[in-house]
């Protein structure tokens, strides 16, 4: 079945260094969607970024990721850490099959930016 | 953004006795979910719902388990009845089409 890694469980940062969060995946299907889902404490999961096309970066508020098929990897990046960061991100894959988008998540990554 | 809203935050149970967890997804949204995670563990999926079926369940979706959404009210997850290995957070999701999720803030479910 489809799998999601995310090696690892905790990164911690200077504030203002950059980010990089690992995320690889197993699938058998060509057309699956690589998502970023940003945890903050107490509040509810919410989607960070998604993609399906090979290659191509996509960015949202800071962060950016480029879905690479070759390797499987989906790595989320930010040039400079700020102490908001601090929250816990999930990789999640979809087979994207219409309606039925069922996520199968990675174990996620706790990011802590400290000053 | 579109919120998803989870009743109760939190319950604890006695094992055995019957739960419901209450799901009010966004409006317009016609898919729905429920994912468990337990402590320290990656979030996994039990079930998805549209037009008033299951389409798809995981192996952690028990028998145990059933979900429902009653003429467009709440979409809820029973579990009856409840053991300790059920004790997690549950969080809710629903979609519109497309595959972007919309999370509630999970329901902490302890069972003693």
């Known amino acids: 079945g489809d799998s999601v890694t995310q090696k690892e469980g905790l990164v911690t940062l200077t504030e203002g260094l950059p980010v990089m969060l690992n995320c690889t995946y197993q699938t058998i299907y060509s057309n699956a969607f690589l998502f970023w889902y940003v945890h903050y404490l107490n509040e509810s999961p919410r989607l960070l970024l998604k993609s399906s096309t090979d290659n191509k970066r996509t960015e949202h508020q800071g962060f950016h990721a480029t879905l690479h098929k070759s390797s499987s990897s989906f790595h989320l990046q930010k040039s400079s850490a700020q102490l908001s960061d601090s929250a816990l991100y999930y990789c999640a894959l979809s087979r994207a099959t219409g309606g039925n988008n069922k996520l199968t998540f990675g174990q996620g990554t706790v990011l802590s930016v400290i000053p | 953004g579109p919120k998803v809203l989870q009743i109760p935050s939190h319950q604890i149970i006695d094992m055995g006795q019957m739960v419901t967890l209450n799901c009010d997804p966004v409006s317009n949204h016609l898919y729905f979910y429920w994912y468990k995670q337990i402590l320290g563990q990656q979030m996994e999926f039990l079930v998805n719902?549209?037009?008033?079926?299951?389409?798809?369940k995981s192996k952690l979706f028990k028998d145990q388990f059933s979900v429902e959404r009653p003429d467009g009210s709440y979409f809820t997850l029973k579990i009856q009845p409840t053991a300790l290995e059920d004790s997690a957070v549950y969080f809710c999701?629903?979609?519109?089409?497309?595959?972007?999720?919309?999370f509630g803030e999970g329901s902490r479910l302890i069972v003693v």
């Open positions: 719902f549209y037009n008033g079926k299951v389409m798809e």
């Open positions: 999701a629903s979609s519109f089409q497309g595959n972007t999720l919309y």
